[in-house]
Structure formats: structure tokens, C-alpha cells
């Protein structure tokens, strides 16, 4: 299978999965980090445990960045980051720091020049929801919260694959879409 199309399935399953976990389990950080994982075989429980309080900008807050682009972007420097034994090279983040933040920027293109979550649901839902006030939290559900954020992570998903996969990281030769 020529690598132009198993890259295109690959963004694809990124998508579908971010969209599905969103949909079914919630946790745009921890979602976006399940699609990215298993979207290229690989895992690493750290990583998607320490996601947890991430959701909804910090802790259901909305005051924070979009759980999805955390996610995203500590995939990213797990794959590339500096490790301990280089902790005290200040050069050895910067790759990790370009390919997020060319996340960053196709995410603020996409999303009207914004990543705080707050900002973000103004943009998609109209207004911002208190997830901790439980009439807020059933309005979220009924105005469509869950399709727009579904949608939301299952992009970043595959943007973020796309970028991974540009920067060099290598699929294992038994992967799924081999």
C-alpha cells in the first residue's frame, strides 16, 4: 500500500476515534490522547492518566486551553520531548516546541483565533457553559455541546497525527493499516 494512502487512513481512524471517544467517554484531553495512541499502536498509560483533570480547559472550568490541544500537544512531546538526561539542554524541547506549536496554529486557524475553552464555546455554542451547575450542564447537553466537541477533538486528533507523522515518527511495520 503506497504511504500517501495509509497516511490518509490513518488521519481518517484519528478523526473517527477522537469523534467516538469524545462522544462515549468525554475527556477531550484524554479522548484526544486515546485517538492519537491507538491511531499509530502505541500507548503509554503516564501519559493518558495524567490527562485526567484536563477536561473542559482545567477541571470543567472552561478557564484554561481546550483539553483536546493539551492532549494533543503532550502526545507530541512524549514522541519528541526532551528527556531527563537532557534536562538541563535548553535545545533539546525545541522540536517539540515548533510541532506544537504548529498545532497551536492550525488550531487558532480553525477556531477563530482562540484555544481557552471559554472562548472556544462562545464560538461554537453561542455562550459558555458551567459544567458544575447541573442546569447548565443539561443545557450543554441539549444545545449540541457534545457533537461540536466530538467534531473538535476528532480534528485535533488528526492534525495532530498528520503533524506527527510529518516529523518523522515511524509506524511499527505490522501496523493495523499495513
Not at 23 to 52: H, P, R
Amino acid at each position: 500500500m503506497k504511504l500517501e494512502k495509509i497516511k490518509e487512513q490513518l488521519l481518517e481512524l484519528a478523526y473517527k476515534l477522537g469523534k467516538e471517544y469524545e462522544k462515549n467517554c468525554t475527556g477531550c484531553a484524554q479522548t484526544t490522547i486515546a485517538a492519537i495512541f491507538e491511531t499509530l499502536d502505541i500507548w503509554n498509560e503516564d501519559v493518558f492518566k495524567s490527562a485526567s483533570g484536563l477536561a473542559d480547559g482545567l477541571g470543567l472550568t472552561g478557564d484554561g486551553t481546550c483539553g483536546a490541544l493539551i492532549g494533543a500537544s503532550m502526545v507530541i512531546g512524549y514522541l519528541f520531548g526532551r528527556e531527563k538526561k537532557d534536562f538541563q539542554n535548553i535545545n533539546k524541547p525545541i522540536k517539540s516546541y515548533a510541532l506544537v506549536k504548529k498545532l497551536h496554529d492550525k488550531y487558532i486557524e480553525k477556531y477563530k483565533g482562540t484555544c481557552r475553552c471559554y472562548d472556544v464555546q462562545n464560538h461554537l455554542l453561542g455562550r459558555f457553559y458551567d459544567l458544575w451547575d447541573s442546569k447548565q450542564l443539561q443545557e450543554a447537553f441539549e444545545s449540541g455541546m457534545i457533537e461540536h466537541c466530538s467534531d473538535l477533538v476528532g480534528t485535533i486528533a488528526k492534525y495532530a497525527v498528520e503533524i506527527i507523522l510529518e516529523s518523522g515518527f515511524k509506524l511499527k511495520y505490522n501496523h493495523k493499516s499495513m
